[in-house]
């Protein structure tokens, strides 16, 4: 007997999981079966999910946005026509903090995504592409496609405890992703095993002439072959990351994870990357920065939905009032910051400096790595830095996910606090993966054991810059 196609089994649990609010919009039924994939693509039969910030034209891009609310893209996403073009059927759009601008999935237009539980209470799914992850941990599809722009597929992957990737800086093609923060914006992989990822990476690695920051073919074929994670590696342990709000929970499974990696033959070496302290903060000024350029085009003339009622009046009136009530409070808030750290008082002081942070986090990265970077380096990739380290492993976050109801009261200032250990690899541009380790009993969170929810912690492996293969192989033998 054939066996039926895993889309089938994904429509049947369509219901079950409506009220965890993970998608915006999905493939109806008939159209999704009625789709009769190419049976020798590579993908052919597995079940998709798109975050609703990369353009299909079946489906609406809304990016968790009024703004965009009845935006219906003329053309699909590259990352998307790949996944099609070997087979892959999708299956909907996942729900969004509002343009990625968010840790808890809790800022979109569409409601909040709740992550599986038992309880009465939600818990996050973490942010922003906690669709995505909610999709895959229920079962409704075998990949998901996130964006990570400062820990967006990598934080919501470890709340839900499934596997997300980052890879390289322009690996994989930005053309048809809404922007966010163009020199930070990755497409990234949620799927539940490290396998799913790779093989979705090896089908979407390839140069796109439509994205300009496309890594091109001449640099790719730069990028070193990886060692092999069967041979003996340095895996580094960032001090930084050590810090005082650590949870326990959270402390216990690095050493468990650590040990691990050890009892295969790979040996420990503390590194030290001082500019980590300064990131998140060099994070919160230039990505805002970049949003508040990026999102000047959603004005109700060029893009967006209009406010209604105001046809007629001076232009000044329609742009303030179309883009006072399209965009959510949060997305408002990061457009003033943005507008404020460039403007000509303030740009020395903030935006400048937050990109020297950004350089000094990215020579923190090479100088505790053995392999040069391929990209700042004129070295060749054979000569290392023999006392560097091939990998280093950290926790994803500092804390496990919380009730919605804790967040809810919380100011923008601690939920950016989430993003602390992911966001220096996406100021450097490196691959990072994060992998769910479980947690000891005694270790148990008493919020989650009461919804029902797995206890795990996410880990974090980074590499070198187009280690990513690396960074999968040393990933999977944490699994
Ligand atoms: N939480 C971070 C932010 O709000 C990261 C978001 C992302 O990676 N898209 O900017």
């Known amino acids: 007997m054939s066996r039926l196609p895993s889309y089938y089994k994904c429509l049947a649990k369509q219901s079950r999981i409506a009220h965890l609010n993970a998608f915006i919009s999905l493939a109806d039924g008939a159209s999704v079966i009625s789709t009769t994939p190419d049976t020798h693509g590579s993908f052919s039969g597995k079940s998709i999910a798109i975050k609703d910030n990369i353009c299909t034209s079946d489906l609406p891009t809304t990016a968790g946005s009024g703004i965009l609310k009845d935006f219906i893209s003329p053309y699909d ?16 759009k996942t729900n969004m903090d509002e343009f990625g601008m968010g840790s808890h999935s809790m800022h979109s237009y569409f409601g909040p995504v709740k992550q599986l539980g038992r309880g009465e209470e939600g818990i996050s799914a973490g942010g922003s592409s906690g669709g995505s992850a909610v999709a895959v941990k229920s079962g409704y599809c075998d990949v998901a496609l996130g964006t990570d722009t400062g820990g967006s597929v990598r934080l919501p992957a470890a709340y839900t405890g499934i596997v997300g990737f980052k890879p390289s800086y322009g690996l994989l093609s930005r053309w048809g992703v809404i922007a966010y923060a163009n020199s930070l914006d990755t497409v990234g992989i949620l799927a539940n095993s490290v396998d ?43 001090l930084e990351y050590n810090v005082s709000t650590l949870k326990p929970a959270i402390r216990d499974a690095w050493i468990c994870a650590l040990r691990l990696l050890q009892s295969k033959g790979h040996t420990l070496h503390s590194v030290s990357l001082p500019a980590t302290r300064h990131a998140l903060s060099a994070y919160y000024i230039l990505a805002p920065a970049e949003a508040s350029s990026n999102l000047a085009k959603y004005d109700g003339v060029r893009y967006g939905s209009r406010a209604e009622g105001i046809d007629g009046t001076p232009q000044s009136v329609l742009f303030a009032k179309t883009r006072g009530e399209g965009f959510g409070p949060e997305v408002r808030r990061r457009i003033l910051l943005g507008t404020f750290s460039l403007s000509a008082q303030a740009i020395d002081n903030y935006f400048i400096q937050a990109q020297k942070i950004r350089r000094l986090v990215q020579q923190d990265f090479d100088n505790a790595f053995s392999a040069p970077n391929p990209l700042v380096s004129s070295t060749s990739p054979s000569v290392s830095n023999s006392s560097g380290v091939d990998v280093l492993l950290c926790p994803t976050a500092p804390t496990l996910p919380q009730l919605i109801s804790n967040i809810e009261n919380q100011d923008s200032v601690s939920e950016t606090m989430s993003d602390v250990f992911t966001v220096p690899a996406s100021l450097a ?51």
């Open 77 to 92: 996403a590259t990352v998307v026509r790949r996944l099609q073009d070997a087979g892959a059927v999708i299956m909907g």
């Open 196 to 238: 799913m990822v790779r093989q979705t990476f090896n089908l979407l690695n390839k140069y796109d002439p439509q994205d300009p920051t496309s890594l091109v073919p001449s640099t790719r074929s730069r990028l070193r072959t990886p060692k092999s994670a069967e041979t003996p590696l340095r895996i580094g342990i960032p």
């Open 429 to 479: 541009g490196l691959p990072a993966i994060s992998i769910p380790i479980s947690i000891r009993e005694d270790h148990n969170d008493p919020d989650l054991s009461k919804a029902g929810v797995e206890q795990t912690a996410g880990m974090q492996i980074i590499g070198q810059y187009g280690d990513d293969r690396l960074v999968l192989d040393v990933a999977s033998q944490l699994e």
